[in-house]
């Protein structure tokens, strides 16, 4: 594992040094139409769901009056948020709940529940400041530390937080809070990976860890930008460019996460599952769901509250929000279609579980996609995650050789990367996408080539692996020379309800 980390590390870094830095203006842009640049910015908004503090030099901000939030982005956002919140408890707690053994039930519940509380306190202190605001290209700085500036009470004022549209704000709280829910669910996620196993206090111990050195830093570097006030004019475009996070600068289009929530959290997950080793009776005991009704309840939950993850990535209530919404819909119908095609082709019979499976590997795939894209290809991109995630969780798995428990990896990792790079496919103008915005002075709509386009969703790709992976190994081992990893066989053998919580999820 050791020299795998090595040599991935020493390829990226040849990768990084090599190839130039992208702005996410490019002189060699295609110039748009007359009737694109008209278009408004939400047409085709950037690489991220995210923006930072709006923050126009201070000319500009004299010149005309602080911009006013739109009462229904701002009811829109709050709903999307709560939809997020749903997701993961109860959503995904059910999801998991359902796959694991009835002794580890309300283990599972118990963490993912914790988990999101856990992530939830420390975005509040930290964890927001380090993600969102000005620092370097890697990491935020410490401008919102323990929630500074969001709120004055003293004038009952807000701060702004800039949108994809000029002159376009949401409250800054607002989005915090949004953002708070994509970093919790985030860390849930991961849980899967070593579902039955694992110390409850040793992992909440590596949540706070790879929370504060994977998942900060690249929310900072995928989706930090100075916001689209900033950009008023050509000479302050480099400058403005340059105070963005690193992917950002690449130009990789990433509308709601797959490279800073499922690839980011799936390498967890799997690094987690080597280094923990395989559950007691692995391969020779029954270790099937207990309950699939639960995890169907648990996947359709998903379903619904990933409309406020993806079509709030848009910030405003408007087209981009719609898009994300519509192709959030097909794609994740397109891949339970495939999923369910796949199995009665490989053992003549579809599953529930791999129709929920699917579901889930649809979302998964279009969440850097869904704004970024056209209706067709959305619709493709679910059917080709429907079967690479089939594929991850049964061959690629016995590849690996680990005991990934839910298949965290398969479904996550390799949605996330199938979605990821055809969001580079699909996003040209040429192939029914929506472009992007090529000069954020005049929010003009142009297409990267599809060839150069693909090339920097890989690199993102590449660094979220390599980041998250030396993060995570790191992580583990720290908590195992400390407070230790895992459970007792006994413990593990009892149930995790009992040995850990004192308690089972039923009577008996």
Known sequence: MKKLLASITLGLSLLLSGTA?????????????????????????????????????????SAAPAPVPNKGDVAWMIVATAFVIMMSIPGLALFYGGLVRSKNMLSVL????VTFSLIVVLWCLYGYSLAFTEGNQFIGGLDRLFMKGLFDPAKGEFAMAATFSKGVVIPELLFMAFQATFAAITCCLIIGAFAERIKFSAMLLFMALWFTFSYTPMAHMVWYWMGPDAYTGKEVVDAMNAKAGLIWQWGALDFAGGTVVHINA????????????????????????????????????????????????????????????????????????????????????ASMLGAASGAVAGLVAITPACGNVGLMGAIVIGFVAGFACLWGVNGLKKMLGADDSLDVFGVHGVGGIVGALLTGVFNSQALGGPGLVGDWVTAAVSSVPIADQVWIQLKAVLLTIVWSGVVSFVAYKLVDMTIGLRVSEEEEREGLDISSHGETAYSR
Do not use: D, I
């Not at 203006?25 to 908004?45: G, H, I, L, Q, R």
């Not at 118990?110 to 529940?113: I, N, R």
């Not at 819909?329 to 279609?337: E, K, M, P, Q």
């Open 21 to 61: 830095t992208m702005a996410q203006t490019p002189a060699a842009a295609p110039v748009a139409t007359a009737s694109e640049a008209a278009k408004p910015a939400e047409a085709a908004p950037a690489a991220a769901p995210a923006a930072a503090t709006a923050s126009a030099p201070a000319a500009a901000a």
């Open 110 to 113: 118990m963490q993912v529940f």
């Open 266 to 349: 799936a390498v967890a997950g799997l690094v987690g599952a080597f280094v923990l080793g395989k559950r007691t009776g692995y391969a020779k005991e029954s270790m099937a769901p207990h309950s699939l009704t639960l995890t169907m309840v648990g996947a359709s939950l998903l379903w619904v509250g990933w409309f406020g993850f993806n079509a709030g990535s848009a910030l405003e209530a408007n087209g981009s929000a719609v898009l994300a919404f519509m192709n959030t819909f097909s794609a994740t119908a397109a891949a339970v279609l495939a999923w369910c095609m796949g199995e009665a082709l490989m053992r003549g019979k």
